[in-house]
Nanobody
Framework: QVQLVESGGGLVQAGGSLRLSCAASGTIFSLNDMGWYRQAPGKQRELVARITGGDITNYLDSVKGRFTISRGNAKNTVYLQMNSLKPEDTAVYYC?????????????WGQGTLVTVSS
C-alpha cells in the first residue's frame, strides 16, 4: 500500500520561506505524477503545484514565481520550496500522487502538514 509522508510545515512570518517534503513508500513503481494541494479553513482544497512525467510542472497562479516543486534525489520524493510567503498561503498542505497503471485512476494522499504565515 502506497503511503505519503509530508514534513516541513510550521509557523513563519510573512516574507519568509519554508520547504515541504513528501516521501512515498510501499511501491516499486516510479510515481511520476505528484503534486501539492492545500486547504485553508472554510475553503475547498486546491492544487498548488504539480510535477508530471518529463518534469513538466504547473502552478496555481497565485504562487507562480514564489513556489517551486521539484523531485528529490531519492526515488518518489518531491519538495515544495515556498518563498515570499503571504498570510493567504496559510493552509494545510497535502502531498498527492497518482498510482501508475491503474484504471480507474487511483490517487493517494498524505496526512497533511500545517503551514501558518503570520503578518
Amino acid at each position: 500500500q502506497v503511503q505519503l509522508v509530508e514534513s516541513g510545515g510550521g509557523l513563519v512570518q510573512a516574507g519568509g520561506s519554508l520547504r515541504l517534503s513528501c516521501a512515498a513508500s510501499g511501491t516499486i513503481f516510479s510515481l511520476n505524477d505528484m503534486g501539492w494541494y492545500r486547504q485553508a479553513p472554510g475553503k475547498q482544497r486546491e492544487l498548488v503545484a504539480r510535477i508530471t512525467g518529463g518534469d513538466i510542472t504547473n502552478y496555481l497562479d497565485s504562487v507562480k514565481g514564489r513556489f517551486t516543486i521539484s523531485r528529490g534525489n531519492a526515488k518518489n520524493t518531491v519538495y515544495l520550496q515556498m518563498n515570499s510567503l503571504k498570510p493567504e498561503d496559510t493552509a494545510v498542505y497535502y502531498c498527492n500522487a497518482v498510482i501508475p497503471f491503474t484504471l480507474p485512476r487511483v490517487e493517494v494522499w498524505g496526512q497533511g502538514t500545517l503551514v501558518t504565515v503570520s503578518s
